[in-house]
């Protein structure tokens, strides 16, 4: 549920008309609510109640610093996978006893600026970051708590791109490989264990994958406290899946349940580490219509956002729901007919939608492309020269944009050209 509803012919996030919005700053923009967010992250903390633990949003999945700190109030913590979203979770306000920082590849300078931080635990994901850690911390003399990603080799079943926990998946340590790393960080004085970890993709759709990859973790769990590891915590990553179309994904209680079943037992303090499920259906793209045209009886809705802005489609062939910001066509409702909704960019991919229905649009119309808060602005790039676009949060009937659009200067104003371009002559 969100609160991107149609009023009498017209979309309102919240209580502001979309296309208010939308000539005040222009298109194409992202636009949030803040009761969305708020809800879905109520929701899925009260699914949880029976589970005690902590939610670490996944930052990755939209990281402006209003989403940060909306969440961060709400009692979020973050689950961070580089130095700049640690940075943008501190400077939201998220207390670094709340921060987990995941990712195969943390550099030695990461590491070093995440233990200064005082962030809460690290998640290892080999034995060389492993060992690379404690020999960070030993330097600063601080003592990082760590867990092991373990790779449960579980399909996720989603898209082939976001699925993390088969064997070839980079992510995570196989077992009973991971047992080894255990054995090796016991022995380390500049880590300690505190967990263990899993996250096994995105999007997940089903609750039989997560009732799966539960099910080793556990056992996994059993066998690292019979040998001797104190493990407390669990954590059990995110990938609950979001409605685009018509996906049915397992509701946050579903979801709960299958926790609960299979974890109850353990005596673990929880962690769980949601990233769209919170944040994709808070967000829509606005965009316009530029032009529409026939090509070879294919009908075209050419629009002014493009894959740089929004990528989902082109790169994981995701599909959104998009709709009319006006309904209350002055013809009367008309019957919607199949368009291909399109981008402005010189690619074949840059392609939103297939044989998507719309009514007729005339030049200037907005579209709204929806469920567009989770992996959206996070991943937009300046392909062809576009700059960025803005983003706007509401509030009830206020609204702020909360980046502003990107300016052609500044989108200029990085690059310099060589000497021997400007007559100046090298150096040496
Ligand atoms: C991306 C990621 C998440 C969040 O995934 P969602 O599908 O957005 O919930 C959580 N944990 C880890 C380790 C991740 O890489």
Same mark, same amino acid.
Request: charged share 20%; with cysteine.
């Given at each position: 549920?969100?609160?991107?509803?149609?009023?009498?012919?017209?979309?309102?996030?919240?209580?502001?008309?979309?296309?208010?919005?939308?000539?005040?700053?222009?298109?194409?923009?992202?636009?949030?609510?803040?009761?969305?967010?708020?809800?879905?992250?109520?929701?899925?903390?009260?699914?949880?109640?029976?589970?005690?633990?902590?939610?670490?949003?996944?930052?990755?999945?939209?990281?402006?610093?209003?989403?940060?700190?909306?969440?961060?109030?709400?009692?979020?913590?973050?689950?961070?996978?580089?130095?700049?979203?640690?940075?943008?979770?501190?400077?939201?306000?998220?207390?670094?006893?709340?921060?987990?920082?995941?990712?195969?590849?943390?550099?030695?300078?990461?590491?070093?600026?995440?233990?200064?931080?005082?962030?809460?635990?690290?998640?290892?994901?080999?034995?060389?970051?492993?060992?690379?850690?404690?020999?960070?911390?030993?330097?600063?003399?601080?003592?990082?708590?760590?867990?092991?990603?373990?790779?449960?080799?579980?399909?996720?079943?989603?898209?082939?791109?976001?699925?993390?926990?088969?064997?070839?998946?980079?992510?995570?340590?196989?077992?009973?490989? #991971?047992? +080894?790393?255990?054995? %090796?960080?016991?022995?380390?004085?500049?880590?300690?264990? *505190? /967990? @263990?970890? $899993?996250? !096994?993709?995105?999007?997940?759709?089903?609750?039989?994958?997560?009732?799966?990859?539960?099910?080793?973790?556990?056992?996994?769990?059993?066998?690292?406290?019979?040998?001797?590891?104190?493990?407390?915590?669990?954590?059990?990553?995110?990938?609950?899946?979001?409605?685009?179309?018509?996906?049915?994904?397992?509701?946050?209680?579903?979801?709960?349940?299958?926790?609960?079943?299979?974890?109850?037992?353990?005596?673990?303090?929880?962690?769980?580490?949601?990233?769209?499920?919170?944040? #994709?259906? +808070?967000?829509?793209? %606005?965009?316009?219509?530029?032009?529409?045209?026939?090509? *070879? /009886? @294919?009908? $075209?809705? !050419?629009?002014?956002?493009?894959?740089?802005?929004?990528?989902?489609?082109?790169?994981?062939?995701?599909?959104?729901?998009?709709?009319?910001?006006?309904?209350?066509?002055?013809?009367?409702?008309?019957?919607?007919?199949?368009?291909?909704?399109?981008?402005?960019?010189?690619?074949?991919?840059?392609?939103?939608?297939?044989?998507?229905?719309?009514?007729?649009?005339?030049?200037?119309?907005?579209?709204?492309?929806?469920?567009?808060?989770?992996?959206?602005?996070?991943?937009?790039?300046?392909?062809?020269?576009?700059?960025?676009?803005?983003?706007?949060?509401?509030?009830?009937?206020?609204?702020?944009?909360?980046?502003?659009?990107?300016?052609?200067?500044?989108?200029?104003?990085?690059?310099?050209?060589?000497?021997?371009?400007?007559?100046?002559?090298?150096?040496?």
């Amino acid at each position: 549920m969100d609160h991107f509803n149609h009023r009498g012919g017209e979309l309102f996030a919240e209580d502001v008309p979309v296309a208010r919005i939308a000539a005040e700053v222009g298109t194409p923009f992202y636009c949030y609510s803040d009761a969305t967010l708020r809800r879905h992250y109520r929701v899925l903390k009260e699914a949880l109640a029976g589970a005690p633990g902590s939610i670490c949003y996944a930052v990755k999945a939209n990281s402006n610093l209003a989403v940060l700190r909306t969440l961060g109030e709400m009692g979020a913590g973050a689950d961070v996978v580089s130095e700049g979203e640690l940075r943008r979770a501190l400077a939201a306000g998220i207390p670094p006893e709340r921060v987990i920082f995941e990712g195969p590849g943390k550099t030695r300078a990461e590491m070093a600026f995440a233990l200064t931080a005082g962030i809460d635990q690290f998640n290892i994901e080999s034995d060389a970051e492993l060992v690379a850690l404690d020999d960070v911390a030993r330097g600063w003399g601080k003592v990082a708590n760590i867990a092991v990603r373990i790779n449960p080799n579980v399909d996720a079943h989603s898209l082939d791109g976001i699925s993390t926990g088969r064997k070839r998946d980079k992510f995570g340590i196989l077992w009973p490989a #991971a047992r +080894a790393t255990y054995r %090796v960080a016991a022995g380390l004085a500049s880590v300690k264990v *505190a /967990g @263990v970890a $899993m996250h !096994i993709g995105s999007q997940i759709t089903d609750t039989l994958p997560f009732e799966r990859a539960f099910r080793v973790v556990a056992e996994i769990v059993e066998t690292l406290r019979a040998d001797g590891h104190d493990i407390r915590r669990l954590d059990l990553g995110g990938g609950l899946g979001v409605p685009y179309t018509d996906e049915r994904p397992p509701s946050p209680a579903e979801y709960a349940r299958a926790v609960l079943r299979e974890t109850q037992n353990l005596g673990c303090e929880l962690v769980f580490q949601p990233g769209r499920m919170l944040v #994709a259906n +808070a967000g829509i793209l %606005v965009t316009r219509v530029t032009y529409e045209k026939d090509a *070879a /009886g @294919v009908r $075209m809705v !050419i629009v002014d956002a493009g894959m740089n802005d929004l990528v989902r489609p082109a790169m994981y062939k995701a599909k959104h729901t998009i709709v009319p910001v006006r309904t209350d066509g002055a013809q009367g409702p008309v019957k919607p007919t199949p368009a291909d909704v399109v981008g402005p960019i010189c690619e074949t991919s840059d392609t939103f939608a297939k044989d998507w229905p719309l009514p007729p649009t005339a030049p200037g119309d907005l579209l709204a492309i929806r469920t567009a808060g989770a992996y959206g602005a996070v991943m937009a790039s300046n392909y062809n020269t576009r700059p960025l676009v803005p983003e706007v949060m509401v509030r009830g009937n206020e609204f702020a944009v909360v980046r502003p659009r990107q300016t052609y200067e500044s989108l200029l104003a990085g690059e310099t050209l060589p000497p021997w371009l400007t007559g100046g002559g090298g150096v040496g």
